[in-house]
């Protein structure tokens, strides 16, 4: 799968390690991976979509050198 990534920037940090930030988004289709259970509720309308968003916020630290 392929996720859309967006650098968010880097910052030091008060200890002179650099932190950088990302945000990671895709999506899935649940069938896809055998998840073709429905729940639905009395008032009708199913309560899982098809698709499913996925969304990583990452931060990586490079640590100072000592």
């Known amino acids: ?4 990534v967006v650098f968010g920037g880097t910052i030091k940090d008060p200890w002179g390690n650099m932190k950088a930030g990302f945000k990671a988004t895709t999506a ?3 069938f896809e991976y ?6 639905l ?5 199913a309560t899982v979509g098809k698709e499913v968003g996925i969304t990583l916020n990452l931060k990586f630290t490079q640590n100072k050198a000592s």
């Open 1 to 4: 799968m392929t996720f859309a």
């Open 28 to 30: 899935i289709n649940r």
């Open 34 to 39: 055998g998840l073709k259970w429905n729940a």
């Open 41 to 45: 509720p009395e008032a009708g309308g």
